[in-house]
């Protein structure tokens, strides 16, 4: 439905694999949402798909995010279109693949689930959310932290965050006031990585009138940020930015696209502070625009792990690379 709407599947520290995808709820294009299973066993057997939102919920669920919040228990956040369709009367305005809506505003939710797949708690997080720029997740010394792109007065698109403490969630603060205006949504989310207190965000933006990659860090769990440090500016910036942390350094990477069909997976990886950075370029490939897909990268064992998407001969594959 949304190219940028992709599943996942999350480990957790028990050994029990989790996986989401999407799946039609009712009559209208637009009426889909979240499904979770979860195997004991490194993925031999799942249990059924179970609903994330209530049965019957009308409108679109998507664009989660995971992380463990306690032995066994699952945390999940996700964009949420209840209120958009009880607007519209039960019906649903929507948004197309470009992510331009109506008038109503998608929400951030969030809940827990546990061993046996049963929801234990579920919260509102934020009831003015862009539609469809994906969410991020990790772990700090004091809570989970959720990032997400806002929709403010104005239609003002900037990156938000919330902390659970494991009782209760902040109300959502802004990482920095960028100010872009944008009366859709850029699909074109940020992304987090935590080490004790220290939570590092990046994202895009065009507030300053060109395509830029932002990264800010704070000190104290996601309280404050110092103020934000340009990754890349120009033209040729895609964004769709994947961010990890490994002994005291931040790894950023993103994409580029080239005039002659062609695009860059650059990767950079910068001291602890954001003050210095070395980069190199991970891959050259043949792709135009999305077809690229959202790059997805982790760090273990001093290297970079990334993957990507090429389209060769018209067809997509999948690539990897480990960056050391």
């Given at each position: 439905m949304n190219w940028a709407d992709t599943p996942h599947v999350y480990a957790l520290g028990d050994g029990s694999l989790w996986a989401h995808w999407l799946r039609n709820t009712g009559p209208s294009r637009m009426d889909y949402g979240i499904v979770l299973a979860r195997s004991g066993d490194d993925g031999r057997s799942w249990t059924p798909a179970a609903a994330v939102h209530p049965g019957g919920s009308r409108g679109d669920h998507g664009f989660v995010s995971f992380w463990e919040q306690g032995q066994g228990q699952l945390g999940i956040a996700w964009l949420d279109s209840r209120q958009k369709?009880?607007?519209?009367?039960?019906?649903?305005?929507?948004?197309?693949?470009?992510?331009?809506?109506?008038?109503?505003?998608?929400?951030?939710?969030?809940?827990?689930?546990?061993?046996?797949?049963?929801?234990?708690?579920?919260?509102?997080?934020?009831?003015?959310?862009?539609?469809?720029?994906?969410?991020?997740?990790?772990?700090?010394?004091?809570?989970?932290?959720?990032?997400?792109?806002?929709?403010?007065?104005?239609?003002?698109?900037?990156?938000?965050?919330?902390?659970?403490?494991?009782?209760?969630?902040?109300?959502?603060?802004?990482?920095?006031?960028?100010?872009?205006?944008?009366?859709?949504c850029p699909v074109n989310g940020p992304a987090v990585a935590a080490q004790g207190p220290r939570v590092w965000v990046a994202w895009y933006t065009e507030a300053g009138g060109w395509p830029e990659l932002r990264a800010a860090v704070s000190q104290d769990g996601g309280d404050s940020f110092a103020a934000p440090v340009t990754l890349v500016r120009g033209p040729q910036l895609l964004g769709r930015v994947a961010v990890a942390a490994a002994d005291d350094q931040l790894y950023a990477a993103w994409l580029e696209e080239l005039p002659e069909g062609l695009q860059l997976l650059r990767l950079m990886r910068y001291t602890a502070d954001l003050r210095r950075g070395e980069m190199q370029v991970v891959a050259t490939f043949p792709a135009r625009g999305r077809a690229s897909g959202m790059p997805r990268m982790q760090v273990a064992d001093g290297a970079a792990w990334l993957v990507w998407t090429e389209v060769v001969d018209g067809t997509p594959a999948l690539r990897g690379a480990v960056a050391r």
């Open positions: 369709a009880a607007a519209a009367g039960g019906g649903h305005d929507g948004h197309d693949g470009d992510g331009h809506h109506g008038g109503a505003a998608m929400m951030l939710r969030a809940a827990v689930h546990g061993a046996d797949g049963a929801q234990l708690r579920e919260w509102p997080l934020d009831a003015s959310t862009c539609d469809c720029c994906p969410t991020a997740a990790a772990r700090s010394g004091k809570g989970v932290v959720v990032v997400y792109r806002g929709r403010g007065a104005g239609e003002i698109r900037d990156i938000r965050i919330v902390r659970f403490d494991g009782q209760a969630w902040t109300p959502p603060r802004p990482v920095h006031a960028d100010g872009w205006h944008f009366a859709g």
